[in-house]
């Protein structure tokens, strides 16, 4: 007896979207191009409009292309932006219901690294940026101002992961960002006891950077990191 397997053919609108998203990202396609409209690579591909319009709107979809209107309209090249990456990973922790927990867990083995990148490669400007953020951070915690505390904190750590120059780290921290804020606006969490000891733990992480002491400010932001989890936790259950 002939045994065949189920045979699945791909949608003709996927095959286009494959070819142009291939040449757009090797840069055959270079940015700012226009491609050619809807009818015209129809002709070029054989297929319908309908499929070459699906096609566009995945690409779309993408951030490769991007619709322009008016008397020189169609569809423009665009380079992927860390936007792309920011909007997938949000759209899918919201989407697939990602657990707290594991948000922290993937903040917790990211950000030690980033740290010590951060150490290796920081520039003064750098430096400036987590000063400035640090003191913001002590202001709120002394006006009692927890919802400007709780962004200065934040803001205080993806200026760390900017300061490795890693743009993918970069990237992936800003699209946890708002889940991390989430998180640490639980009831009690922010006391003046938590506030004091975070404010000492970020100067001595940055001492380290500063110092270009990578397994330092690994290790500092490590045991940070580790007491944060333990207490988001903590209050989670509470509330």
Known sequence: ML??????????????????????????????????NERELGEKSGLSRSSVREA???????????????RNGGSAVVRPTSETIERSVR?????????????????SAIEPSSAQFAAMHRTEEDMLALEACHVKLQLASKAGDLSAYTKANLEWH????????????????????QSVFVATELEGFNSLEVRNAVISAHRKVMDAIRAQDGEAAARRMGRHMG???VNVKYFDKKT
């Open 227 to 229: 007491a944060y989890v």
């Open 158 to 177: 993806v200026q760390v992961v900017s300061a490795s120059h890693n743009e993918l780290l970069m990237a992936f921290i800003s699209a946890i960002s």
């Open 3 to 36: 045994n065949i397997p189920l045979i699945h053919v791909p949608k003709a609108a996927d095959v286009l979207a494959e070819l142009l998203r291939e040449k757009i990202l090797s840069g055959k396609i270079i940015e700012g191009v226009n491609l050619p």
């Open 91 to 107: 759209m899918f922790i919201r989407g697939q219901g990602i657990r707290l927990e594991a948000v922290l867990e993937a903040r």
């Open 56 to 70: 566009l709107r995945v690409l779309e979809g993408e951030g490769l292309i991007a619709k322009r209107v008016g």
